[in-house]
């Protein structure tokens, strides 16, 4: 079992940054894939970015340029730097591990963009 507690959300004014940290914990093995989620209301969970062990990244070509997911295994702690937030970006962002087939979410942070 995998534990994800994510932190860092808030209120920010359009074009401010936020940064986002998810804090795993229990069975951490690797290879795996760490990845941020978000889902705005009456709008699928969708893809931010993601980390893979290889140290590859992608991102959504929505915040493509914008936001910068990285991650420290000897902390095991995934962030997500997000700047120039636009109205688009409010939602709730899931952390994420995946591993051999299985998938662990945690419980979430708001971010809401307004001025």
């Known amino acids: 079992q995998v534990q994800l507690v994510e932190s860092g959300g808030g209120l920010v004014q359009p074009g401010g940054s936020l940064r986002l940290s998810c804090v795993a914990s229990?069975?951490?093995?690797?290879?795996?894939?760490m990845s941020w989620y978000r889902q705005a209301p009456g709008k699928q969970r969708e893809l931010v970015a993601a980390?893979?062990?290889?140290?590859?990244?992608n991102y959504a070509a929505s915040v493509k340029g914008r936001f910068t997911i990285s991650r420290d295994n000897t902390k095991k702690v995934v962030s997500l730097q997000m700047n120039s937030l636009k109205p688009g970006d409010p939602a709730v962002y899931y952390c994420?591990?995946?591993?051999?087939?299985?998938?662990?979410w945690g419980q979430g942070t708001q971010v809401t963009v307004s001025v």
């Open positions: 229990g069975s951490i093995l690797s290879p795996n894939t």
């Open positions: 980390t893979h062990s290889d140290g590859s990244t």
């Open positions: 994420n591990f995946h591993r051999c087939y299985r998938g662990f």
